[in-house]
T-cell receptor, first 114, second 114 residues
Framework: DVKVTQSSRYLVKRTGEKVFLECVQDMDHENMFWYRQDPGLGLRLIYFSYDVKMKEKGDIPEGYSVSREKKERFSLILESASTNQTSMYLC?????????????FGPGTRLTVT | AQTVTQSQPEMSVQEAETVTLSCTYDTSESDYYLFWYKQPPSRQMILVIRQEAYKQQNATENRFSVNFQKAAKSFSLKISDSQLGDAAMYFCALTQGGSEKLVFGKGMKLTVNP
C-alpha cells in the first residue's frame, strides 16, 4: 500500500514563527503536492513538485515556500506564520505515469497559529 | 480554466438507502479524468472511484457507481445500500489539462442516519 505520512497531526505556533511541515511518501512517486483545506473552500493547491528540486506554484502560494531535496520528502515552509494560515494542510503524492492520475493523501496536519 | 462545482454542501441518507451526490465541471480538454474522493472524519482522504472521459461506460466499484454525462459535464456519485461508514466529506475532482494536478470541488458532507 502507498503510504504518505506527515510529521504532525496537530501543531500550534505563534504569529511570526517559521513553521516546517514535513511529508514523506514511500512509493517512489515523482509528484508531490501540498494543499490547504478550509471549510467551504475545498482543497486548494499551494505547491506542486514533479521531481527533486523542481517546484511549481499552485493557486495560493503566497506566504509559503517548499523544499524537495530528496524524492520521498516534500516540505512546506511558512516563513512567518500568520493567523490566516490556520488551516488543515494535506500532502499528496502520485506517480508520473499519466495513466491513473490518482493522488495518495497523507493524514493531514491541523495547524493553529495564535 | 478547469472548474468543479458541488452545489450541495450537505446531504443525509438513511442507512441501507441510496443517495446521489452531484458534481458538475467545466473543461476545454477532450481527454481528462474525473474522481470522487472520500474523507472520513479525522481520517485520510481516499479515492472512491475514477472515470476516464474517453470511456462511455460508467465506472462502478462495489456499492459506488457514477453517472457520467459528458455532454452535460456532469459526474454524479451514487452510493447504494448506504452504511454508517460512508459518512464523510466527499470531493469531486478533475485533472487539469496537460498536467497531473487536480482541481477539487468544495466538498459535500454526507451524514448517514441509523
Amino acid at each position: 500500500d502507498v503510504k504518505v505520512t506527515q510529521s504532525s497531526r496537530y501543531l500550534v505556533k505563534r504569529t511570526g514563527e517559521k513553521v516546517f511541515l514535513e511529508c514523506v511518501q514511500d512509493m517512489d512517486h515523482e509528484n508531490m503536492f501540498w494543499y490547504r483545506q478550509d471549510p467551504g473552500l475545498g482543497l486548494r493547491l499551494i505547491y506542486f513538485s514533479y521531481d527533486v528540486k523542481m517546484k511549481e506554484k499552485g493557486d495560493i502560494p503566497e506566504g509559503y515556500s517548499v523544499s524537495r531535496e530528496k524524492k520521498e520528502r516534500f516540505s512546506l515552509i511558512l516563513e512567518s506564520a500568520s493567523t490566516n494560515q490556520t488551516s488543515m494542510y494535506l500532502c499528496a503524492s502520485s506517480p508520473r505515469d499519466r495513466v491513473t492520475y490518482e493522488q495518495y493523501f497523507g493524514p493531514g496536519t491541523r495547524l493553529t497559529v495564535t | 480554466a478547469q472548474t468543479v462545482t458541488q452545489s450541495q454542501p450537505e446531504m443525509s441518507v438513511q442507512e441501507a438507502e441510496t443517495v446521489t451526490l452531484s458534481c458538475t465541471y467545466d473543461t476545454s480538454e477532450s481527454d481528462y479524468y474525473l474522481f470522487w474522493y472520500k474523507q472520513p472524519p479525522s481520517r485520510q482522504m481516499i479515492l472512491v472511484i475514477r472515470q476516464e472521459a474517453y470511456k462511455q461506460q460508467n465506472a462502478t466499484e462495489n456499492r459506488f457507481s457514477v453517472n457520467f454525462q459528458k455532454a452535460a459535464k456532469s459526474f454524479s456519485l451514487k452510493i447504494s445500500d448506504s452504511q454508517l461508514g460512508d459518512a464523510a466529506m466527499y470531493f469531486c475532482a478533475l485533472t487539469q489539462g496537460g498536467s497531473e494536478k487536480l482541481v477539487f470541488g468544495k466538498g459535500m458532507k454526507l451524514t448517514v442516519n441509523p
